[in-house]
């Protein structure tokens, strides 16, 4: 079966750091074009960042840009967000979601389970 995981959240404060990684089983990632989304209660999920299959196109949501990097290392199966200068408005659950295209989420077909960041002020 196919399953898709991140890992990396936690509870950090404002200004920290943290990276997000996303591996699956079943499936080669490396074959997909990959985002990685987020929701918070009361708040509509959002498209953080997107990174094509060969990894030569990335996109950002303007609320992350220059603070987010997206990469990944298809050799290992596995795809990162690293996440710098953290605000309390970045808290929520981050996915990570396979197959689409952007960060529109229509088109992605494989979604992982979720990973909670936690921003303190």
């Known amino acids: 079966q196919v399953q898709v995981v991140e890992s990396g959240g936690g509870t950090v404060q404002a200004g920290g750091s943290l990276r997000l990684s996303c591996t699956a089983s079943?499936?080669?990632?490396?074959?997909?074009?990959m985002g990685w989304f987020r929701r918070n209660p009361g708040k509509e999920r959002e498209g953080v960042s997107y990174?094509?299959?060969?990894?030569?196109?990335?996109r950002y949501a303007d609320s992350v840009k220059g603070r987010f990097t997206v990469s990944r290392d298809n050799a290992k199966n596995t795809v990162t967000l690293q996440m710098n200068s953290l605000k309390p408005e970045d808290t929520a659950m981050y996915y990570c979601?396979?197959?689409?295209?952007?960060?529109?989420?229509?088109?992605?077909?494989?979604w992982g389970q979720g990973t909670q960041v936690t921003v303190s002020s």
């Open positions: 990174i094509s299959w060969r990894g030569d196109q990335t």
């Open positions: 079943g499936l080669t990632l490396g074959d997909l074009n």
């Open positions: 979601a396979a197959g689409g295209f952007g960060l529109l989420d229509r088109g992605y077909a494989y």
